[in-house]
């Protein structure tokens, strides 16, 4: 059944009304699209816009149609336009008249601008919810790893000593952005398009506050040319995800390179690595490898979805059916994503002993070396030269900061005495640093301890919300 044959004196092409559908991406929003027609149909009645009677019989074969759905007694035919077709259609084969007074003051353009936030707004908080995980996942592991020592890097050289719990805790920060982005996000998203009908309202007298009450929205939006022809919310939705993905990526970057022998700094459980068919002995961190891959279909999803929106005027054109793969695909990707790194993070096995042997090589401690003469009195821009030129002896003649005769210190500067050796020690190097965001274990468990009470905060305050509007 098309909803726009009146016009028409013939049937549609089969192949263009194959390359019109929708239904094959869009029919994952059946429960949105009855749930906003339920709320419709609700209103009307109370409006006195279609008799009470009817609008509760439309709802009541709207619950029968969701639980034929979800019970799989009833199919979505693949041959319908779109979902909201499919819904209608069967509605009014149930009902007869009264289902075709379900769609009495909207349009489809107002309906599927419902059906995206509705969707989306759910989606939104799912993925909140993967996020919270993986953030709760790197606080456990970083406190019991607090005290691990290793090389922290700029440039991808040696620079200075940190902890691997802190740099866990570094991720933690980038995804707890992620997770605020997420909800700002969903409360800009939070308003109610529905009754901007096709783009300039409606001569009925519709209570639009009542229906954005009833599917759990802050308001109604305020201008039905932009209520219907708004898209924002799915371009901003998928910045948050791509920018969380490159997060993901970055964080698999280091799992990769520290998988490697040339790392050994920790290794993937077998149920998260596969092999090779021709060499034995690899192990290969394909998931690491995918979610780095992967990245960069997302970002082209929201690129897709920038670049069909930035010629359009209003209101509605067809060209805004395409953001609803772009945008899907972006949530199914961070979602697939999320569920396969969460268990891989939470399993790896981690070598502190070659993160100490890499970080005792590098002359991470350098900088703790000039800042020990500073103490003593000396300039720091002296006592970093002096201490580069102490590196670069070390590096000539195959010795360490810690292994160095304290004469040859000496011959650098008088400053030197024993005491030196406690200074670079990198544990003491580490443990020093109680600077608010350092690497000091106590800093790591202080910080670590705090997110997961953050998000414990959070759940408990999300517990309280209506199941129905989530």
């Known amino acids: 059944m098309k909803l726009w044959t009146g016009r028409f004196h013939k049937e549609l092409d089969k192949a263009t009304n194959d390359f019109n559908s929708s239904i094959s991406f869009d029919s994952r929003m059946a429960r949105e699209d009855i749930e906003g027609s339920i709320a419709h149909a609700t209103m009307l009645g109370a409006c006195g816009i279609v008799e009470q009677k009817e609008a509760q019989a439309i709802c009541a074969g709207l619950e029968g149609i969701l639980a034929d759905l979800e019970s799989g007694k009833l199919a979505i035919d693949p041959g319908a336009e779109d979902i909201h077709t499919f819904v209608e259609g069967e509605l009014t084969a149930r009902l007869g008249d009264a289902g075709k007074r379900l769609h009495t003051a909207r349009s489809r353009n ?15 908080r799912a993925l909140q919810g993967q996020l919270e995980e993986l953030v709760h996942v790197l606080c456990r592991r970083a406190i019991e790893h607090s005290g691990a020592v290793m090389p922290g890097y700029t440039h991808l050289q040696r620079a200075q000593p940190i902890t691997f719990g802190h740099h866990l805790m570094a991720y933690a920060e980038m995804l707890l952005r992620d997770i605020s982005r997420l909800e700002d996000a969903c409360g ?51 910045a948050c995800i791509a920018i969380c993905m490159v997060h993901l990526s970055r964080f698999s970057e280091e799992i990769i390179l520290w998988c490697s022998w040339e790392f050994k700094f920790v290794e993937l459980d077998d149920a998260f690595s596969t092999g090779s068919s021709i060499m034995p002995q690899k192990k290969n961190p394909d998931i690491a490898e995918l979610v780095r891959g992967k990245t960069g279909r997302v970002i082209g999803s929201l690129t897709t979805l920038l670049t069909m929106m930035k010629g359009l005027p209003l209101a509605y054109n067809k060209d805004m059916q395409e953001d609803k793969e772009a945008v899907f695909d972006a949530v199914d990707t961070l979602r697939m994503c999320l569920t396969a790194f969460i268990p891989m993070v939470e399993t790896m096995r981690v070598l502190p002993e070659n993160m100490r042997k890499a970080a005792a090589g ?10 020990y003469l500073v103490g003593r009195g000396l300039p720091f821009r002296d006592a970093y030269k ?19 005769p304290l004469e040859k210190y000496k011959e650098y500067h008088h400053l030197f005495e024993n005491d030196v050796y406690e200074a670079i020690s990198l544990e003491r190097c580490v443990n020093g640093r109680k600077v608010l965001g350092g690497p000091a274990p106590e800093n790591v468990r202080r910080e670590a301890q705090r997110v997961l009470d953050l998000l414990q905060e959070r759940r408990a305050g999300q517990g309280g919300k209506d199941e129905g509007h989530d």
Do not use: K, W
Request: with cysteine.
């Open 110 to 124: 107002d309906q599927v601008a419902l059906d995206v936030r509705l969707y989306l707004r759910r989606q939104c």
């Open 386 to 404: 002096v201490t580069g030129a102490i590196v670069a002896y070390c590096i000539d003649n195959g010795y360490t900061l810690e292994n160095l």
């Open 188 to 238: 800009r998203m939070n308003v109610c398009p529905l009754g901007s009908g096709a783009l300039a309202g409606t001569t009925y007298p519709l209570d639009r506050e009542m229906t954005a009450s009833l599917l759990g929205f802050s308001g109604p939006t305020r201008n039905s040319l932009d209520g219907v022809s708004d898209r924002d919310f799915c371009m901003e939705l998928a």
């Open 362 to 371: 590098g002359f991470i401690n350098a900088t703790d070396c000039a800042d």
